[in-house]
């Protein structure tokens, strides 16, 4: 979607993308300043596979501060973003025939990595009543003797959801009868969370030693492009993760790595006001969907993204006598008529919704959903 909303764009058509999964704010001046050091001072060559230890500390250090979690760097593996941390571990983890629970709806990279380790995705399917979080039946009804991985995101993408520490400890119940699997914890979206303090599974001692925490720098900081990410694991996984690592992509970029530094040593000021323009926005948005006839939402707790159900216009036509069949169709409808950029909920395993991002200005999103707002009213 976002490809052919730039289509659209240089053909001199006004799209607004509400498609990408992106900060609209600039990377912190402190972390751009400590880039432009490391050049000066020649961070220029290879740096150690798993990440510079002075980087690997700071992590440390973010973990026990923030997050009330002890770990050594020996477990601390930086990556070429968090994308690749997901990649490495599963690729490490999973042989082939190994099954990987997923709830749904998902980050829509996380089964093809598993297909790419040659294993199974089991998905568990959720709804907007249940604000998209599995319960423990559903957890223990998705175990089989196969299940190596249970693998989720909170904050989620795409739909913001976020657990709380009694939800994780209800999930954590249930592996504690079933040692044998790893759980892969994203947290990516941690520092864009509207409820409270994050909550990280890997705080019970009974399952710390099978968690995998996925985290980076991209989202909270606004550095996506720097792709700087990392796992924070046993030292057996890290050290599978490191050799692993060590084979494809080498260590990260050594600029970003001391840019990433500063970020972790610096303070927290602007990952807050990013966060408060967020909350407004999500205000803004959910009162705006709410506004729009046929459209169901929920009110995310965290990331930026609303994951609005809008099966009631499946069967519908558009002017043309197009059928709307499915979330691509209308996401596609919508893109046509609409002229903004959205992502049908089937490339995340729930076909019944769509996604909206809400990384932009409150001018934007205001023109958006009177756009989408507009164009649905023309389906009959």
């Not at 989720?152 to 079933?178: I, Q, R």
Request: hydrophobic share 40%; glycine share 6%; net charge negative.
């Amino acid at each position: 979607m976002t490809k052919l909303g730039r289509e659209l764009a240089a053909k001199g058509i006004n799209v607004i993308s509400l498609s990408v999964g992106e900060p609209d704010f600039n990377t912190p001046d402190h972390v751009k300043e400590a880039a432009k050091k490391a050049l000066d001072e020649n961070f220029t060559r290879y740096s150690p596979v798993p990440g510079y230890p002075e980087l690997r500390q700071a992590i440390v250090n973010k973990l026990k501060n923030e997050n009330g979690l002890d770990y050594d760097i020996s477990q601390i593996v930086v990556s070429t973003g968090a994308k690749q941390s997901l990649s490495n571990v599963l690729l490490t983890l999973v042989n082939p025939g190994d099954e990987v629970i997923i709830p749904t709806p998902y980050w829509v990279s996380y089964s093809e990595m598993v297909t790419l380790a040659e294993g199974k995705s089991v998905f568990i399917d959720t709804e907007i009543d249940s604000d998209f979080k599995i319960t423990p039946a559903q957890l223990e009804a998705a175990i089989t003797d196969k299940s190596k991985v249970f693998m989720f995101s909170s904050p989620c993408n795409p739909t913001g959801s976020v657990y709380t520490k009694e939800e994780l400890a209800a999930l954590v119940k249930v592996f504690e009868k079933h040692p044998n699997i790893f759980i892969i914890s994203d947290e990516i979206y941690e520092h864009i969370n509207f409820v409270n303090q994050h909550e990280s599974i890997a705080q019970f001692p009974s399952v710390k030693d099978r968690v995998i925490i996925i985290n980076g720098f991209s989202k909270a900081f606004a550095m996506t492009g720097w792709r700087l990410g990392y796992i924070a694991a046993n030292k057996e996984i890290a050290a599978a993760n490191d050799k692993l690592q060590g084979q494809t992509t080498s260590g990260t970029c050594s600029i970003s790595q001391r840019a990433g530094i500063a970020a972790y040593e610096q303070g927290l000021e602007s990952v807050l006001e990013m966060k408060e323009a967020f909350a407004r926005r999500r205000q803004l948005v959910f009162d705006l969907l709410n506004d729009i006839p046929g459209v169901r939402t929920n009110l995310p707790q965290g990331a930026f993204y609303f994951f609005p159900e809008i099966s009631s216009f499946f069967g519908k036509k558009d002017p043309e006598g197009n059928v709307i069949k499915n979330s691509a169709d209308l996401a596609l409808f919508l893109l046509n008529y609409g002229h903004v950029a959205t992502v049908g909920g089937d490339s995340f395993g729930n076909n019944n919704y769509i996604r909206l991002s809400y990384a932009a200005s409150d001018e934007s999103l205001k023109e958006a959903l009177r756009r989408i707002k507009e164009a649905l009213a023309k389906l009959a």
